[in-house]
C-alpha cells in the first residue's frame, strides 16, 4: 500500500466512524422509544384482562407481541450499528500496525 491510499483509507474509515456515532445515537432513541411502547401497551392489556395473574401475564404477553418483536429488531439495530462500529476501529488499529510497520521498513 502506498501512503496516498493508507491516508485516503483512514479518512474514509474515520468519516464512517463518525457517522457511526450519530447512527448509534438514532438507534438508541428508537429502542427507547421501542421500549416504553412495548411496557405502555403489556401494562394496559394486564390492567383490562381478568382472571389470574398468571392469565393476565400471558394475554398481555400476546396482546404485546408485535411491540415486542419491534423492541427486538430494534435493539438487533442497535447490535449492528455497535459492531459495525468495532469493525470499523479496529480496521483503523490494523492500518496503524500497517503505517508502523512501513515506517520500520523505510529505516
Known amino acids: 500500500m502506498i ?3 493508507i491516508t485516503e483509507q483512514i ?3 474515520t468519516r464512517e ?3 457511526g456515532a450519530e447512527a ?3 438507534a438508541e432513541v428508537r429502542l427507547a422509544e421501542a421500549e416504553h411502547e412495548l ?4 401494562q394496559k392489556a394486564f390492567i383490562k384482562t381478568q382472571g389470574t ?3 393476565r401475564t400471558a394475554l398481555a404477553k400476546l396482546e404485546s407481541a408485535d411491540a415486542r418483536l419491534q423492541r427486538d429488531l430494534r435493539r438487533a ?3 449492528r450499528i455497535k459492531m459495525k462500529i468495532k469493525i470499523i476501529e479496529t480496521s483503523l488499529m490494523a492500518i496503524g500496525t500497517q503505517v508502523k510497520l512501513i515506517q520500520a521498513e523505510m529505516k
Open 3 to 5: 501512503p496516498s491510499q
Open 11 to 13: 479518512a474514509q474509515l
Open 17 to 19: 466512524n463518525s457517522r
Open 24 to 26: 448509534l445515537y438514532e
Open 39 to 42: 411496557d405502555l401497551i403489556e
Open 53 to 55: 395473574v398468571a392469565d
Open 77 to 79: 439495530e442497535l447490535n
